[in-house]
């Protein structure tokens, strides 16, 4: 599945589109599993949902803020900003289930319906995640764009194999990619063993270096994709859109959407954690016994 979704103009992450359709089974089915009569009816099932949804999202967001509270507190007003994407999406599901337990036992809700809600709307989002989440290989797309350096030199992206990379997807023209870049040209000074890839989609170069010279004069690595293959093949034509690779140069996460410094921090800790894991990953050692 594409990790964005276009309707028109707009473009969606996927993620969310999972989380509205985890949300709509949910309702959906907790309405057909309560068989009780209408007048029979002291607790409204969908009022409990909702409730039990809105509780999960706000847990959700709250956690994820504590958990980065060093950053959010440095710019208090991110917390209310939710385009970033920061979220802790298991004490949001365990939130949404503690309170459709204690609506079950408080205000009589009808356990068949919440139970059964509740667990279909769990492995929709668990289920749907799995399928929007990128494949861990190397993304051929990727190795067949037909880039240039701000002077018109062709380049690659091969140049930047062996240190776990993030690559932006931006344009000068788009809000949130303005409104985002502060925090990576912050990540990219204080991060030395990540590379940073800017990856302008269609602009010229004297539009770029004016932006450039204006609002990121500190910025590396900025190369241009004239034709915006990588947006038209990653993330549906939705700017802007940030691509983690480790140093491998296989694809572990790809957010399409604004991201924060808190929620950029959450994705380099990924990165470094997956490349510790596979550095302590035992190599198998193949050995042959000498003739008789």
């Known amino acids: 599945m594409s990790p964005a979704i276009r309707l028109g103009p707009l473009v969606f992450p996927a993620e969310l589109a999972v989380l509205i359709a985890a949300a709509a089974i949910g309702l959906l089915a907790g309405r057909l ?66 309170y459709g337990a204690g609506a079950m036992i408080r205000r009589a809700a009808p356990r068949p319906a919440v139970l059964g809600a509740l667990l279909l709307a769990s492995l929709a989002w668990f289920g749907g995640g799995r399928l929007t989440a990128p494949a861990s290989v190397p993304p051929p797309a990727l190795a067949t764009l037909a880039l240039e350096s701000l002077d018109g030199t062709p380049s690659t992206l091969a140049a930047f194999h062996g240190k776990p990379t993030v690559i ?95 929620t950029l921090a959450q994705r380099l800790e990924a990165i470094r954690t997956a490349q510790d894991r596979d550095s302590r990953r035992p190599v198998a050692i193949r050995t042959e016994k000498d003739p008789d």
């Open 168 to 262: 932006n997807l931006w344009a000068s023209w788009c809000p949130p990619c303005r409104r985002e870049m502060p925090a990576f040209a912050s990540a990219q000074a204080a991060n030395p063993d990540v590379n940073f890839v800017f990856l302008n989609q269609g602009e010229t170069a004297p539009e770029i270096r004016q932006y450039l010279d204006q609002h990121a004069p500190a910025l590396r690595n900025v190369l241009r994709d004239p034709a915006s293959e990588a947006s038209r093949k990653m993330s549906n034509r939705g700017l802007p859109a940030t691509l983690f690779l480790d140093a491998g140069g296989r694809l572990t996460d790809l957010r399409v959407g604004e991201l924060s410094t808190a």
């Open 33 to 98: 599993l309560d068989r009780r009569p209408r007048p029979n009816r002291p607790a409204d099932v969908s009022a409990v949902l909702w409730r039990s949804l809105i509780a999960g999202l706000l847990v959700a967001r709250l956690g994820f803020v504590w958990q980065y509270r060093d950053l959010y507190m440095q710019d208090p007003l991110q917390i209310l900003d939710l385009r970033d994407g920061g979220w802790s999406g298991l004490p949001g599901l365990a939130a949404a289930w503690i």
